[in-house]
Each structure stands twice: as structure tokens, then as C-alpha cells.
């Protein structure tokens, strides 16, 4: 299977600490997703790395990727009440179409 | 803008009944359209996804289909609902820039 997998499946943490979430994949990849869940609701896109980047930062948010290990890791910093939702990551293959696979997800619940 | 509508938001079908979702986007033209489903508390199962119209591949054997009458139109059909279909069915779309952008989801419940 080409499903990404998260670790851990859920995360507890207090606002204002910073909250880190991993994902492993197991084919070469084009660039790797990561997507935000609010509770019944659709995906939202956070960010993308490409398999050529090892770092990105998006405001709070802050993805690296080690395609050596296939992993990738999310981290959130001073993390808020309304950060508490289910997080994916999603590997688009090298070739091939547009398909996404996604991981199972992390459920980060931040208490205030 | 593009948005991306589904209906119905929750719907819930004795098994053994017809299923019809549809997803409709807005904004774009001819954009890749995805079909998901996620069972509670999981990630998201690629079930169908469609590069124009007309177009569909289906990623696993199931009780559904997909069809892409339209441009911007995708339907989830089910002939007989089972038990196992009970899901949250996402759409989602992309112009070939890997980021993908969900609808707001179908809750099925199957009794």
C-alpha cells in the first residue's frame, strides 16, 4: 500500500506548547501534503513540500521531509485551542496521475 | 473563486436502496475530480477519480461507480446499498498542482 501512516494517532497538549506529528510512506514520492480535518468536516490543505525540499514553514507551521527515511514530520508552535482537529498527511506519487494517498491521521486535541 | 458543493450533507438509505451524491464545482474548468471515503475515525480511501468527462478510474472493487456527465459534475451511485458503504464521502478536485480542495462532505449512514 502507498498509505502514508501518522504518528502518534492522537496527541493531547496544552495551548501555547508546540504540538509535532509524523508520517512515514513507503514509495518514492513527487511531494508530500499535509491536510487539516475539522470534526465532520472536509480537508483542508495546510502545505506542500516537494521531494527536493527538506524544510518549509507556513506562518505556525513547520513540515520537514527526509526522503531517505520517507518521512515526513509537522510541527505546529504556541498551538491554540482552534488547532485541535485531525491531521493528514498525503504523498503524491512520483508518476502517474494526481492521485493523493493518505495516512490515517493524527487527532490533536489542544486544551486552553 | 472556486468552490466545490455536495449534497446531500448527511443521508441516511436502508440497505438494499439506490445512492446517488453529487458534487459540483465551480470556478475551473476541466478539473480532475476525486471521489473519497472515510470510515469513522480513519484516513481517507481513494475510491474514483476522473480526468474529464466521461473519464473515470476506480482504485478499488466495491458496490459503487462514478460518473462525470458534465465538466464540472461528479456522481457516486450505488445500484444496492450495504451495511459497509456507511461512510463520510469527500469530493475533492485539483487543476494538476497536487493540491487538492474538498467539499464539505456526505454522511451516509446504511441501516
Known amino acids: 500500500s502507498q498509505q502514508g501512516e501518522e504518528d502518534p494517532q492522537a496527541l493531547s497538549i496544552q495551548e501555547g506548547e508546540n504540538a509535532t506529528m509524523n508520517c512515514s510512506y513507503k514509495t518514492s514520492i513527487n511531494n508530500l501534503q499535509w491536510y487539516r480535518q475539522n470534526s465532520g468536516r472536509g480537508l483542508v490543505h495546510l502545505i506542500l513540500i516537494r521531494s527536493n525540499e527538506r524544510e518549509k514553514h507556513s506562518g505556525r507551521l513547520r513540515v520537514t521531509l527526509d526522503t531517505s527515511k520517507k518521512s515526513s514530520s509537522l510541527l505546529i508552535t504556541a498551538s491554540r485551542a482552534a488547532d485541535t482537529a485531525s491531521y493528514f498527511c498525503?504523498?503524491?506519487?512520483?508518476?502517474?496521475?494526481?492521485?493523493?494517498?493518505f495516512g490515517t491521521g493524527t487527532r490533536l486535541t489542544v486544551i486552553p | 473563486s472556486q468552490t466545490i458543493h455536495q449534497w446531500p450533507a448527511t443521508l441516511v438509505q436502508p440497505v438494499g436502496s439506490p445512492l446517488s451524491l453529487e458534487c459540483t464545482v465551480e470556478g475551473t474548468s476541466n478539473p480532475n475530480l476525486y471521489w473519497y471515503r472515510q470510515a469513522a475515525g480513519r484516513g481517507l480511501q481513494l475510491l474514483f477519480y476522473s480526468v474529464g468527462i466521461g473519464q473515470i478510474s476506480s482504485e478499488v472493487p466495491q458496490n459503487l461507480s462514478a460518473s462525470r456527465p458534465q465538466d464540472r459534475q461528479f456522481i457516486l451511485s450505488s445500484k444496492k446499498l450495504l451495511l459497509s458503504d456507511s461512510g463520510f464521502y469527500l469530493c475533492?478536485?485539483?487543476?494538476?498542482?497536487?493540491?487538492?480542495?474538498f467539499g464539505p462532505g456526505t454522511r451516509l449512514t446504511v441501516l
Open positions: 498525503a504523498t503524491a506519487p512520483q508518476a502517474g496521475a494526481n492521485n493523493l494517498f
Open positions: 475533492a478536485w485539483n487543476n494538476d498542482g497536487h493540491e487538492q480542495f
